[in-house]
């Protein structure tokens, strides 16, 4: 099992910035990849972007392209998510997670969550 745990999340104003760090623990030898997800109330949940650990390629949503990046401290089992040029619409719960083969979109292909951190933006 991999255990994920994020932290980071908060409230800020329009334009501000915060940093989601994850961390993961376990048998972190079975995962190749970490995500990130959001999920806004009443919506469903989508992939912000994410990164393979081995030191891989990156994706990012079309959305946040520009505002937000992706970075991974390997020696520490973590990742992080740093959000820039916040906007009211990136409000929602930010979950990280770790699918056991390759990265996807699809959060049904995701086997391990951590519990979510919130994230407000206002405007």
């Known amino acids: 099992q991999v255990q994920l745990v994020e932290s980071g999340g908060g409230s800020v104003q329009a334009e501000g910035s915060l940093r989601l760090s994850c961390s993961a623990s376990g048998r972190v030898s079975d995962i190749q990849c970490m995500a990130w997800f959001r999920q806004a109330p009443g919506k469903g949940r989508e992939v912000v972007g994410s990164?393979?650990?081995?030191?891989?390629?990156?994706y990012l949503t079309d959305s946040v392209k520009g505002r937000f990046t992706i970075s991974e401290d390997n020696t520490e089992n973590t990742i992080y998510l740093q959000m820039d040029s916040l906007k009211p619409e990136d409000t929602a719960m930010y979950y990280c997670?770790?699918?056991?083969?390759?990265?996807?979109?699809?959060?049904?292909?995701?086997?391990?969550w951590g519990q979510g951190t919130q994230v407000t933006v206002s405007s």
């Open positions: 997670a770790a699918p056991v083969g390759a990265c996807t979109v699809l959060p049904r292909l995701y086997k391990y």
């Open positions: 990164i393979y650990t081995s030191g891989g390629s990156i």
